[in-house]
């Protein structure tokens, strides 16, 4: 039969755009608030201008030369060509702080003070504060693919407060493409435009993780998980990134519950996560639960974190092609399932469950009967849930278990418990049940004596499995 979690492709590709946007602004966000840091304790800068006296204004001469432009740039900065910076600026000291702080964080100085300071227009003196932070720094990094020198004073203070594992990172052994990334994440607050494979994104973020950025690795891992094509979903899953992240984690568990094909990947799910695996296929067609307990059961058996999915779904699972295809071959997937609906089985669950396994499973009208061997495991089962509400019957009738069943179920459990129907049942019948029930429904005709042919077709009880199929198609014709 081959092992289902190599024998089909993976579904559609990843629907990770959303995750990884979502990421992006947080990490945007985060370097906003890092550069506000910096503007705060930025007593160490690199470069000096004191209007009235030392030290009334201090900022970095990395971060001035790429914020800044035209006549704001020459009058921090002197002449364009040696870009020293002038130690006097004849500028008011608030009008120079707020010329500064626009620099680090992006907020607004005002205009017209500045064109006064300036002597131009104020729409020229907008002109050169009109660029947001980000803007400048995508752009520089576009310039400066491999980053600055190790020994820039923006470039350490950057690290300080961004990424202080950086110097025991080996980021400069990654793929060209992944450290123009990790240039971009620290200098512009984003991933830049390169083109980046896959497994070097996956790298890369597997080093951030490792070195503690993990804010970083988690970017790294949405767009890796969004730019992944079907084929390539496992190798995303592989990598311990794709599980440092929750919401990372929701996005590859929906994603695989969407089709019986997520099967494909189910190895490479850690077995701590199952528990949230069979949640999200709560939600998931019949035909992929089945799927995903086989290929379970092929990998080893079936992880109790995935009891009460395969549970809720029994009947409808063996009611798919696959399901009667492992009913008809008698298949001991059969066996694990029944034995995991008993597992499940309390006082307030065994009267529905018996319901459901004799009237949606055995006796299902849309469906033939379970052939030889698999009708013995059922009907062991339904002894089974028989058994279990003997000592349990009175907890169940206080949890109003019998209430909703319908007619013929009620009629054979007051039979089997040896109890009358009117006790069982605490509130009133269900409109449902109102009507008699046949014999037709049961399966303790089955076991009854004697196939009476001179009674209505819909009277009948059968003394056999063969007399089962007689009477069952009996009935059909006596409604038609």
């Not at 990172?169 to 240039?183: C, E, F, G, K």
Request: net charge neutral; with cysteine; aromatic share 6%.
């Amino acid at each position: 039969m081959g092992d289902p979690c190599t024998r089909r492709a993976p579904p559609a590709s990843p629907p990770g755009a959303g995750l990884y946007l979502e990421r992006a602004q947080a990490f945007e966000m985060a370097w906003t608030h890092d550069l506000h840091v910096l503007y705060r304790t930025r007593a160490r800068a690199d470069a000096v201008w004191h209007p009235n006296g030392p030290g009334a204004c201090r900022a970095h001469q990395t971060l001035v030369r790429v914020r800044t432009c035209g006549a704001v740039r020459s009058a921090l900065l002197g002449h364009k060509r040696l870009f020293r910076p002038r130690y006097s600026v004849p500028w008011p000291p608030p009008v120079l702080e707020s010329v500064v702080a626009w620099a680090y964080t992006g907020a607004a100085p005002p205009v017209q003070a500045l064109a006064s300071a300036l002597g131009c227009s104020e729409a020229d003196a907008h002109a050169c504060v009109a660029a947001e932070p980000a803007q400048d720094w995508r752009a520089y990094v576009a310039a400066h693919p491999q980053g600055a020198p190790s020994d820039d004073a923006w470039h350490e203070a950057l690290v300080s407060v961004r990424w202080p594992g950086m110097h025991d990172a080996p980021w400069r052994t990654l793929p060209r493409a992944a450290q123009h990334h990790v240039v971009s994440l620290l200098y512009a607050g984003g991933l830049a435009p390169t083109p980046c494979a896959v497994p070097a994104l996956l790298a890369c973020a597997d080093m951030l993780y490792a070195h503690a950025w993990p804010q970083a690795a988690q970017l790294l891992g949405a767009a890796a998980w969004a730019q992944a094509s079907p084929h390539q979903a496992h190798d995303v899953m592989a990598h311990a990134v794709a599980w440092s992240d929750e919401p990372l984690q929701a996005a590859l568990l929906a994603w695989m519950s969407t089709s019986e094909a997520g099967t494909a990947v189910l190895p490479a799910v850690p077995h701590a996560l199952y528990a949230a695996l069979g949640a999200q296929l709560l939600d998931a067609s019949a035909s992929t639960r089945l799927a995903f307990i086989e290929a379970m059961h092929a990998a080893g058996g079936v992880p109790p974190a995935m009891h009460a999915m395969a549970a809720s779904a029994f009947p409808a699972m063996l009611g798919t092609p696959r399901g009667q295809t492992l009913l008809a071959r008698a298949h001991p997937l059969v066996d694990v399932l029944v034995s995991i609906l008993l597992t499940t089985m309390h006082a307030e669950s065994a009267p529905g469950l018996y319901a459901m396994l004799v009237g949606d499973v055995m006796l299902a009208d849309d469906r033939p009967l379970p052939p030889g061997r698999a009708w013995d495991v059922l009907e062991q089962a339904r002894r089974a849930i028989v058994q279990y509400l003997q000592h349990h019957w009175v907890e169940a009738r206080a949890a109003h278990a019998f209430d909703a069943l319908p007619g013929w179920c009620l009629k054979e459990l007051a039979a089997e418990l040896d109890v009358d129907a009117q006790v069982l049942r605490v509130g009133p019948a269900p409109a449902a049940a109102a009507a008699p029930a046949s014999d037709e429904s049961s399966v303790r005709g089955v076991t009854s004596a004697g196939l009476a042919q001179t009674r209505a077709p819909e009277q009948r009880g059968p003394a056999s499995l063969y007399a089962a199929v007689l009477n069952k198609s009996a009935a059909r014709t006596a409604r038609s």
